[in-house]
């Protein structure tokens, strides 16, 4: 049981590049978000997916897209990366959207945009 | 919109001393968690409250929502330097609501 995994782990992006992170849990939850983490700022919501085949916007969706291809993966797609989208990108899961569930978060992926 | 504000930013304790971390929100909480991130690392879970003069420990943490349900606290007794790291607190928005409103977090250092 791996809970969430992300990839890649690091990653170096030139302005302008696209990229697509990965996000894929095995518990079978049924919603998955996606946070940035910058410093002085704590964790902001970008998209979430409550259930499969639904996604929407968090905080701060600008400059992203997402995609939720199946139950277990949610991507987060960078089109045309800026130097202001430099931070740490974390996927959670939780088993329902519901305020009694915990959220069970990846290792996170850190991006920098030169 | 909810906020959550976490004092102190920063702490910076000596090994075996007891130390006390805030989190307040701006508006009466549906539920409230506590997480711990080591640098580069992801968020580990140690607790979650949900009725107001709850209290939860788990080893030397306890982490207590305050009856009115706006502000948590969470105190580690005996500190070591496995504590260190950056403490989070968060919360939903709303009762149906999965995601997390989180603070900006609390940097712990723990001399020995």
């Known amino acids: 049981n791996a809970g969430v995994t992300q990839t890649p782990k690091f990653q170096v992006l030139k302005t302008g590049q696209s990229m697509t992170l990965q996000c894929a849990q095995d518990?079978?939850?049924?919603?998955m978000y996606w946070y940035r983490q910058d410093p002085g700022m704590g964790l902001r919501l970008i998209y979430y997916?409550?259930?499969?085949?639904?996604?929407d916007k968090g905080e701060v969706p600008n400059g992203y897209n997402v995609s939720r291809l199946n139950k277990r993966e949610f991507s987060l797609r960078l089109e045309s990366a800026a130097p202001s989208q430099t931070s740490v990108y974390f996927c959670?899961?939780?088993?329902?959207?519901?305020?009694?569930?915990?959220?069970?978060f990846g290792p996170g992926t850190r991006l920098t945009v030169l | 919109s909810q906020e959550l504000e976490q004092s102190p930013q920063s702490l910076i304790v000596q090994e075996g001393k007891n130390l006390t971390i805030n989190c307040t929100s701006s508006?009466?909480?549906?539920?409230l968690y506590w997480y711990k991130q080591k640098y580069g690392e992801g968020l580990i879970f140690l607790m979650m409250?949900?009725?107001?003069?709850e209290e939860k420990s788990h080893e030397k943490i306890t982490a207590k929502l305050d009856e009115k349900k706006q502000q948590s606290s969470l105190h580690i007794t005996a500190s070591q330097p496995s504590h260190a790291g950056i403490y989070l607190c968060?919360?939903?928005?709303?009762?149906?609501?999965?995601?997390?409103?989180f603070g900006k977090g609390t940097k712990l250092s723990v001399k020995p």
């Open positions: 409250l949900q009725k107001g003069g």
């Open positions: 508006k009466t909480l549906y539920g």
């Open positions: 997916s409550a259930s499969e085949g639904t996604t």
């Open positions: 968060g919360a939903p928005p709303g009762r149906s609501q999965g995601n997390l409103i």
């Open positions: 959670a899961s939780t088993q329902s959207p519901s305020s009694y569930n915990e959220q069970f």
């Open positions: 518990m079978n939850h049924n919603s």
